[in-house]
Nanobody
Framework: QVQLAESGGGLAQPGGSLRLSCAASGFTFSSYAMNWVRQAPGKGLEWVSGIDADGRDDQYVYEVKGRFTIARNNANNTVSLQMNNLKPEDTGLYYC????????????????????WGQGTQVTVSA
């Protein structure tokens, strides 16, 4: 069955960096776009970034453009999110999510668009 396992969360100071990783198994990883979705305390799910199946197209929500970088390794079935210049508003539970097809979908309703999710990894940005 499909499994997605996130790692790399933790506590960072404002201006600091963290790198999230997601290990995927149970499906043909190179055939699907992959995404990162976050949930801030008391708020709904927010799509953060996505990368297409080939790794040639990546998209970001406006608030993280220029600070976050998504990448994938189809040989190792992993997707990562490098987060630099972190801000307190980046705090939240970050999920790795599999798309239903190979193309990045920028969405306000990630729960409807993505069919498999990991358990999430906590990111806390605080001084």
């Amino acid at each position: 069955q499909v499994q997605l396992a996130e790692s790399g969360g933790g506590l960072a100071q404002p201006g600091g960096s963290l790198r999230l990783s997601c290990a995927a198994s149970g499906f043909t990883f190179s055939s699907y776009a992959m995404n990162w979705v976050r949930q801030a305390p008391g708020k709904g799910l927010e799509w953060v970034s996505g990368i297409d199946a080939d790794g040639r197209d990546d998209q970001y929500v406006y608030e993280v453009k220029g600070r976050f970088t998504i990448a994938r390794n189809n040989a190792n079935n992993t997707v990562s999110l490098q987060m630099n210049n972190l801000k307190p508003e980046d705090t939240g539970l970050y999920y790795c999510a599999k798309a239903r097809g190979p193309i990045v979908v920028v969405t306000a309703t990630p729960k409807l668009e993505f069919d498999h999710w990991g358990q999430g990894t906590q990111v806390t940005v605080s001084a």
